[in-house]
């Protein structure tokens, strides 16, 4: 009974897609009965590609992408998880270094080993047994509104250490560690510079020192930066946001409003990750695919699409995206052992000192 | 046993071909995958499943928790009836230029995302809103004087805004179908103003008010993003933790925990308020809008429907207003300290950018296209929502006593008060074996947004059709009509309303919802929440300019949408 209903239900639905006259929808279905070869791709929100690169490998291996979208980083990872035995898609692009633990000990990975890992540099390679292959890195650093800085005489600050001096009080917004993906890598920023014993003292500072804590980037960046609608100067934000104030100005301008500070120790390097769902009966595409993402077609792509970097060695960045962009020496540096050991702890003891 | 009994019995029995449809429909979509879900996570747990019980029942942090979202959604609850109810008499009794229209428009904060609302009302009163401007300029102040963002205030603010809809439409809706010679009777009989009002109007209202409050109060007790975005780290509600458990701990029994917590409390409610309702609706005399609704006449009327037109106006359009504006405006940002920058320059780029695919991403969606993919979802879950609503209310309404009518009335409001972070990993978990493969299918969608949008129509449809008098049906029938005809003269014209009230309710609950399109979104259909968030997680004048524009044509589609059902005009009640 409960098939007839489903059953009804479907054709329902069928029929009222047929009727909106949704030409694009009704050509999907058709063209997947159509074409035999399909690679199902699960990314989490932020993931883009060009028409044109991804025609390229459509082409050249006869098979049609098709991208699921599984919400940030984290839930996408829960959802791979929970998928267990029938993963969701082939291959699954999006989890990064702060979420890699989890992805790993939740075995969602099959091991592929890529003949192009030879073309990216050994740091980025965190997963040993390679289920997990580096794609790119972005890294979260302050970002601070020029103009506020030059209007008031203020030097820009050097070090983490520096926003708990007075003179930089009601100046810095932070976003929480707890919902926030910039909020918890620039905790593990500051967690790598103090310490595991001393982050929470230059937090305690930080509080005296009037921090404003919100639980999203969104509210951080266009509610109370002083860019924006706010009155705070400094923001946690992304290396690569202020190319994005030029190239998505209202009016086109000749430099950025804002500056990312890129000194040593001052920002956290996220580095994002492919793999192979275990379970898949894709493999051989599924493999393709990966090769694919660790290529200089895609890796070139990449800085322009989504604004990270590329890790492969041999890729070359456009130059209007290089143009602007500060990429710090030397960022923060924090294991990945300790991550996965003690995340949840960290979180939870920061919550406490400066939340409640 | 006699003949009448027999009767009965086969009337029982056939209440079960009406609720056929709508139990299917439950127990695929919502307790098989909640099922698997609970089974899951608590199969993760190493400690069985009464430790994580014990442990949030006794944690700190978790009674606190539970008794702010009791608490704000209490004060939420009564704050946004304060201003309801006054507006549904304006609406249900009076007639009014503009009424139409601003009905529509208190119905659009519904479908506004949350970073939307939260943009809206920075622009109003965030540190460099107008009010905060204008105070900086009159008393020359350095700072701006008002916090809102991360404040109670905030949180309880965006309740009223966004959930006042709903007592606006269900009261309203009720009070204009009371035939106002119940109170004049009373007043003929001598009672003066006050007591007709408190011992006629009032009890005749209750069932609608209490359904209304019901809702408002289930959503401001599972309220998410309005607490995350605007309430700030210091507030959590139950359902942000189920969140943070979810996905930053990925603690799945904790949350399993705290959402069977979250649930029960719902159904608690919902059957206290089932035991109340069937004792206070009763069979009414409906009369039509001609002779329930007059012009605002006199000065005590007068003076009352320009307060309250006013006050809506104030609530629930300048936010709106102050986003469309700003979505043609260009920010110059040398003059920012001042009132006037927020209005430096007429613009429509961000209209003109939005047609563009200026990173010629495989994943851009022009406007037409995320609009046509948003009212296709809309429509289907407008679709699904009555047909699967409306056996289900007919059955309540009908066998209102039978043993099944009490045990499921209660249970069809969960999905209100069900955690959507679980229901939608219940999905990834449960419909991933053929013939319910379901998890990458659009179809996903449109029902997701149906279990949403069923309790609203079940809610909305209910009260009516018991208020329809038996006497009525009955004599049609006497008088030689099919069944078929008696609904169709006299139940259809009654409920016409109703049924464009639940319609609307669906078609903005589907065209707003974020959450269950994010959960199997294929990016290369996206509705138009979607393609605002995709703006708004970036930065740059550009990328948020086109949110704002996109968030206008969101609104402009809601208020089209709602005015396009409001004239469907299914039957007007007939004058008997």
């Given at each position: 009974m409960f098939k007839k209903g489903i059953l009804i239900l479907t054709l329902v639905g069928i029929g009222l897609m047929g009727c909106t006259n949704n030409q694009n929808i009704n050509n999907e279905i058709i063209e997947e009965d159509a074409e035999p070869a399909t690679l199902t791709v699960m990314t989490h929100d932020s993931f883009a590609i060009s028409e044109e690169v991804l025609a390229e490998f459509e082409n050249e291996n006869n098979v049609q992408v098709q991208f699921l979208r599984a919400g940030d980083t984290g839930t996408a990872v829960n959802k791979a998880a929970l998928a267990?035995?029938?993963?969701?898609?082939?291959v699954f692009y999006g989890v990064d270094n702060t979420f890699l633990s989890r992805a790993l000990e939740e075995n969602i990975f099959e091991s592929y080993q890529s003949p192009l890992l030879g073309e990216i540099p050994d740091q980025y390679k965190l997963d040993e047994q390679f289920r997990a292959l580096p794609v790119d890195f972005g890294d979260v650093c302050l970002n601070y509104d020029i103009e506020y800085f030059a209007q008031n005489k203020l030097a820009i600050p050097k070090k983490l250490k520096d926003l708990q001096i007075p003179k930089y009080k009601s100046l810095l917004v932070v976003q929480n560690p707890a919902t926030s993906s910039p909020g918890l890598a620039f905790l593990f920023a500051t967690i790598g510079e103090f310490g595991p014993d001393g982050y929470l003292k230059f937090w305690e500072k930080l509080v005296k020192n009037d921090v404003l804590v919100v639980n999203d980037w969104e509210t951080a960046y266009y509610s109370e930066f002083s860019r924006w609608g706010?009155?705070?100067?400094?923001v946690v934000s992304y290396g690569s946001s202020p190319p994005f104030e030029v190239i998505f100005a209202e009016e086109e301008m000749s430099d950025p409003p804002t500056a990312a500070i890129v000194a040593d120790s001052t920002c956290f390097r996220q580095i994002e990750f492919v793999g192979i769902l275990r379970g898949t009966e894709n493999r051989e595409m599924a493999e393709k695919w990966v090769d694919f993402m660790l290529s200089t077609t895609f890796q070139e792509d990449l800085p322009l699409q989504m604004y990270v970097f590329p890790v492969n060695e041999n890729a070359v960045m456009d130059e209007a995206f290089v143009e602007f962009l500060a990429v710090p020496d030397e960022p923060v540096y924090l294991a990945p052992e300790d991550i996965a050991e003690h995340r949840e702890e960290w979180i939870e003891a920061w919550t406490d000192v400066v939340i409640r | 046993m006699n003949m009448g009994n027999g009767k009965e019995k086969k009337q029982t029995n056939r209440q079960w071909l009406f609720w056929l449809l709508p139990l299917s429909f439950f127990v695929i979509f919502y307790f098989y995958p909640l099922g698997n879900i609970f089974a899951l996570s608590f199969s993760r747990s190493e400690t069985g499943v009464l430790v994580p019980f014990l442990d949030a029942i006794q944690s700190n942090s978790v009674q606190n928790v539970l008794s702010f979202t009791v608490w704000q959604a209490l004060l939420s609850t009564l704050l946004t009836l304060a201003i309801g109810l006054p507006g549904a008499y304006l609406f249900g009794r009076f007639k009014f230029r503009g009424k139409n229209l601003l009905r529509a428009l208190t119905g659009v904060p519904f479908v506004m995302p949350t970073l939307v609302v939260a943009a809206a009302f920075n622009a109003l009163l965030g540190p460099r809103g107008w009010l905060n401007l204008g105070l900086m300029d009159i008393f020359d102040?350095?700072?701006?004087?008002i916090r809102f963002i991360n404040t109670l205030g905030a949180i309880l603010l965006a309740h009223v805004f966004y959930n006042t809809t709903i007592v606006l439409r269900m009261v309203g809706d009720f009070w204009g179908r009371l035939d106002p010679k119940l109170t004049q009777a009373a007043q003929t009989l001598g009672a003066n103003r006050w007591q007709s009002w408190w011992g006629v109007t009032v009890p005749l209202l209750l069932p609608a008010i209490t359904a209304a409050a019901l809702l408002v109060f289930i959503f401001d007790f599972t309220s998410f993003g309005v607490v995350l975005v605007l309430g700030g780290p210091k507030f959590s509600t139950l359902e942000v933790e189920i969140f943070y458990q979810t996905?930053?701990?990925?603690?799945l029994p904790m949350a399993a925990v705290l959402s069977l917590i979250q649930l029960f409390t719902t159904l608690g409610l919902t059957i206290i308020y089932t035991r109340l309702s069937n004792k206070l609706s009763r069979p009414l005399k409906q009369r039509g809008r001609k002779i329930t609704q007059s012009k605002l006449l006199g000065w005590r009327q007068k003076t009352f429907g320009a307060t309250m037109i006013g006050l809506m106006v104030l609530l629930f359009v300048t936010p709106l207003l102050a986003l469309g504006v700003r979505s043609f405006t260009r920010l110059d940002p040398d003059k920012r300290q001042t009132v006037e920058s927020v209005q430096s320059g007429f613009t429509t780029d961000f209209y003109e950018e939005l047609s563009v695919n200026s990173r010629d991403s495989y994943f851009y969606a022009p406007p037409t296209s995320a609009i046509q993919t948003s009212l296709l979802y809309a429509s289907a879950t407008v679709f699904f929502a009555l047909v699967l609503g409306f056996p289900a209310a007919w059955a309540l309404a009908r066998y209102k006593k039978s043993l099944a009518s009490r045990l499921l009335d209660p249970i069809l409001m969960l999905p209100l008060g069900t955690s959507a972070v679980t229901l939608g990993l219940g999905f990834i978990v449960a419909l991933d074996s053929p013939p319910l493969d379901l998890r990458t299918s659009p179809l996903l969608i449109p029902l997701a947004h149906t279990l949403v949008a069923f309790p609203f129509v079940v809610r909305s449809l209910t009260p009516a059709l018991r208020s329809i008098q038996p006497v009525l049906r009955k004599a049609a029938a006497s008088l030689g009509a099919s069944p078929s005809k008696v609904f169709k003269e006299i139940d259809l014209p009654l409920i016409g309303r109703a049924l464009i009230v639940s319609a609307t309710f669906a078609l903005t609950i589907s065209l707003g919802e974020f959450g269950a399109t994010a959960l199997v979104a294929r990016p290369e259909f996206p509705t138009i929440p979607v393609v605002i968030y995709r703006f708004l997680s970036q930065p740059g004048g550009l990328n948020y300019g086109q949110a704002l524009a996109l968030s206008t044509i969101l609104m402009v589609v809601t208020t089209l949408g709602m005015l396009a059902i409001e004239r469907l005009r299914i039957a007007e009640v007939n004058e008997f």
């Open positions: 267990g035995d029938s993963p969701l898609a082939d706010g009155t705070r100067p400094i | 102040l350095s700072e701006p004087p996905i930053s701990l990925f603690n």
